[in-house]
């Protein structure tokens, strides 16, 4: 879809118009044609913040979710919810692209809630990848398991989607040498083996160093057999494995100077950005919040239609989109 469609469709609306980015305050969003959007990348309202104790944390502290209650926009009946995920579901059926993917964040609760949806929309979900969040915040620890992950819906309207299994999957922070080989399947028999072969004979726990060696000598083997077999290599610090694209991701969530109470890490959305659009494909984010998805169609050199209906939000969000492209611009002329 070129721009001057897209910027046809949008006139008479609210809009804030950055580079190839266009920030509209509005719900819903009738007016983008149809098969327009190469992805939809977003975080809708889970539907949690009515069953947790959020909003009672203390403001600003590492506890405080910040949950504006008045706002009410993550606290529906289960009913109302299920009703809103199919007409959100059919939205974005009508918007892709045939060929067009989408990721959508989820809470574990609502997860079978959102693949019915889709599939009733008439889209196929393929996959629920799993976020680990390291720096997860342990509340309730003394009654229920500390929530540390979310879960991201994706899938396709029909076939032939975009899926650039080549990039590297994640950062090396917060993630270990057992872990970049644990995520390759194949990788991982082969490398419980070799541990269940080398210690054979060890009748103690293994060192950590020990463990270590193990590994190192195992990522060695697996790559030279890749090599022999010209297929993808993962590579990392020098090391390289089998790549397997896992069906889970570690990355820290947003702690901090946050612009938005659930505010998604840019390195998880660019993760996925990556993996399933290319560069100039137009992105749809319908649930922008402070437009991390724009932030991230920016550094990653796609187009986005951001839709905010809060205010305060909007206006957080179209800041921070002209602020990183003012930043952009000026580096670019000096
Ligand atoms: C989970 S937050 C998104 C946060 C965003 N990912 C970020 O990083 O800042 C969901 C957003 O959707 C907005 N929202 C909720 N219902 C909406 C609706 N029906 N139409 C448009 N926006 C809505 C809320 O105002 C909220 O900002």
């Not at 984010?285 to 437009?291: H, K, N």
Request: glycine letters at 4%.
């Amino acid at each position: 879809m070129t721009t001057d469609t897209i910027r046809e469709s949008l006139k008479g609306k609210i809009y804030v118009e950055l580079g190839e980015i266009y920030c509209v305050h509005d719900e819903g969003y009738p007016w983008l044609p149809n098969g327009s959007v190469d992805l939809v990348l977003t975080d809708p309202p889970f539907n949690i913040a009515r069953d947790t104790n959020f909003h009672t944390y203390e403001k600003n502290t590492i506890n405080s979710f910040r949950f504006d209650a008045e706002k009410g926009w993550d606290s529906y009946s289960p009913e109302s919810f299920r009703e809103l995920l199919n007409n959100w579901a059919r939205e974005f059926f009508r918007v892709l692209r045939p060929g067009g993917s989408f990721a959508i964040f989820c809470a574990d609760e609502y997860i079978s809630d959102l693949i019915s949806a889709l599939r009733s929309a008439g889209l196929k979900p393929r996959r629920t990848l799993t976020w680990r969040k390291p720096n997860a915040v342990p509340v309730n620890r003394k009654h229920m398991m500390m929530s540390a992950c979310e879960y991201v819906v994706l899938g396709v309207k029909g076939s032939k989607s975009v899926f650039n299994s080549d990039i590297p999957t994640q950062p090396s922070q917060n993630i270990t040498d057992s872990e970049i080989i644990a995520i390759a399947d194949k990788a991982s028999t082969v490398l419980d083996l070799e541990i269940r072969k080398s210690l054979a004979n060890l009748n103690r726990r293994p060192s950590p160093q020990e463990i270590e060696a193990i590994v190192s000598s195992t990522i060695q083997s697996l790559a030279a057999r890749a090599a022999k077999r010209s297929i993808n290599i993962y590579s990392l610090d020098g090391k390289t494995a089998e790549l397997c694209v896992p069906n889970y991701v570690s990355f820290n969530s947003k702690a901090g100077n946050r612009l938005h109470p659930t505010e998604k890490p840019v390195a998880l959305l660019r993760y996925l950005t990556e993996l399933l659009s290319n560069e100039g494909d137009l992105i749809l984010d319908p649930f922008s919040g402070s437009a991390s998805a724009g932030e991230t169609a920016v550094l990653t050199r796609r187009r986005a239609v951001l839709v905010e209906r809060d205010q305060e939000f909007f206006e957080k969000g179209s800041k921070r989109i002209s602020k990183l492209t003012e930043e952009l611009d000026n580096e670019l002329l000096m």
